[in-house]
Every structure is written in C-alpha cells, then in structure tokens.
C-alpha cells in the first residue's frame, strides 16, 4: 500500500453502501487499512434488503489500493462494538480515523408528516439508528484512538449547521436526528481537542447513492437522464466525492483547525483542491439556499 494514509488505520461504521462505501474507498485509495462495518452481509441481509454488503466494499478499498477488512456489526448492540473495538486493538494497536456514518432510516420516516401522524415505532427506531448507534460506537472506540495523538472523528449527517438551523429537514425525527449529529460532532470536538485528537461534522450534498439512483430509475452512467423529472438533481455528486473530503482531512496535518465545526464536500473541496469522479466540484449547499431554496430555476452554472 501507498499514500498518504498508508500506514493509518481507519473504521467506517456503517460502510455497506451510499457515503459509507465511498468513504471507504477513497481511504483505501489514500493507503488506509479500512475496517468496514454494517449488518448485511453476502450470507445475511439486514431489514433493508438490499444487494449491497460489507464484503464488496472491503474488495472495493482493497481494489483501491487500500486493505479493506469487512466486520459484520449492529452498531446499537454494545457488545458487538466492544468485540469490534478489540479485534483492531489486537491485529492494528492502534485507530486513527473514526467515521461514524450509521444511519438506516430511509425508508423509517415520512415526508413532511406532523410528528402526532407519523408512525411513533419507525421515528424511534429512526432516532436509535441515527444517534444511539453514533454514542455506542464512540464510547468503545475512542479510548483506542486516543492512544496515538492525531486521531479524526468524523460524524456523517445530512446539512450543515447554518442550514439546518434555519431549515426544517422533512420530519420532526430526521430534523432532530441529523441535528443531533452536528451536536455530536461539537460536544467530542470539546471533550477531544484537548486531548489532541480533532472531531468534525461532515455533510454531502445531493448523494448520488444506490438507492437514490435506483429511486429516479437512472444509473451512474445515466444519471443526467433524471433531470428532466428532477432539474435540481444536476447539483449531485457520488459518494466517493464526500469520501475524498475524509481522506483530505485525514490527510491534512492542520486538520485540529477544524474541531468541532460543521464541514461540507463542497466546500472542503475548495479548502483541499479535490474534485468528484468526473473533475467537478459541486457546491450543494449553497446552490440549495441560492437557487432551489429560492425557488430559482435549476442551473448549476458557478455551483460545480
């Protein structure tokens, strides 16, 4: 292995697919060792029922140049975390990137729905998957990243801080949820700075994500042929786009510069350089406030 990670050790909690998987990738492509979590595996599937599995993720950092190594997890189930957290100690002795991207609620909340109609069971399920998961994970894991000063706590959610404050994100329970998650990424920033180590909050734009895609009825190749039922989709990046933002910061030796902030790719990839697949640079966040939000016609002229 080679790159600037390539004697890091990294674990990306909740890797089977969407940010996770390219978060993965792209820090094997840097030359990470990637433990690689999530439940569905190619002998069991989680309640999603979908192909994708931790196992072709960890090829797929391998692949990258990295050393993908894949580890059935439920990341609300202490133990299962405990048992994780120890395997790499033993095998790695050491962690240097966290990234706690385990989310599973897409198909649990309800678009704009008032919290007294939305189904009460799918939002608290929401909500234990969403934040449980993130405080589990970070319990066991951090006194191993602490070990070595330097280590990096990424909390994946969706919307920055700015947006999020002002911005109501389509259920009461994904509202809280991805707004706890900024808070998180705060509240470790205080608890780990002074103890050299660095936590953000990191956000996507538009994710071009398998189930997105498969939602629109478009692929990676074809994707543009959804913009004429969804003008603003031209705004979209692939996953590998916020997982060159990971590996940027994890790459970066000034990165305690940024602890406790709310970060997006986009504007990572003006701080870094780093581009998406196809040598763009989307500024998702600020096309929402300066042209979809604003109910302006779609054009990402300037934004990408």
């Known amino acids: ?22 978060i993965a990738v792209e820090l094997g492509a840097a030359g990470a060792t990637v433990y690689v979590t999530g439940r569905t595996t190619r002998a069991r599937r989680s309640e999603y029922d979908r192909s994708e599995t931790i196992e072709d993720t960890a090829d797929l950092v391998t692949a990258a140049g990295g050393r993908g190594i894949a580890v059935p997890t439920d990341h609300l189930v202490p133990s299962e975390v405990r048992t994780l957290v120890d395997r790499i100690a033993a095998e790695q002795g050491r962690l240097d990137v966290l ?39 970070s319990h066991h894991a951090l006194p191993l990243l602490l ?3 330097g280590g990096l706590v990424v909390e994946m959610t969706d919307g920055t801080a700015e947006y999020n404050a002002a911005t109501y994100r389509v259920s009461f329970f994904y509202d809280l949820a991805k707004s706890a998650v900024l808070r998180m990424a705060f509240a470790l ?6 103890r050299g180590a660095t936590a953000v909050a990191l956000t996507p734009g538009w994710l071009r994500s398998e189930m997105m895609l498969e939602n629109f009825g478009v692929t990676e190749d074809n994707w543009r042929d959804a913009l004429e039922r969804v003008p603003h989709f031209g705004i979209s990046e692939t996953p ?46 600020r096309y929402l406030v300066e042209v979809q939000d604003a109910g302006q016609p779609a054009d990402t002229t300037g934004y990408r």
């Open 1 to 22: 292995m080679s790159g600037p990670l390539k004697d890091k050790v990294a674990l990306v909690a909740g890797a089977t697919r969407g940010a996770g998987r390219g």
């Open 99 to 137: 990234v706690n991207d385990v989310w599973g609620g897409e198909r649990l909340f309800e678009w704009d729905t008032p919290v007294w109609e939305h189904d009460l069971d799918n939002g608290l399920r929401l909500l234990r998957l969403a934040i449980e998961t993130h405080a589990i994970t």
């Open 147 to 149: 070990r070595r000063p």
């Open 189 to 194: 920033g205080q608890e780990l700075g002074p």
């Open 240 to 285: 590998f786009f916020v997982g060159r933002a990971v590996a940027a910061l994890a790459a970066d030796p000034e990165r305690a510069r940024w602890n406790g902030a709310s970060l997006s790719s986009g504007g990572l990839a003006r701080t870094y350089g780093f581009t998406d697949r196809d040598g763009s640079r989307p500024d998702a966040w």
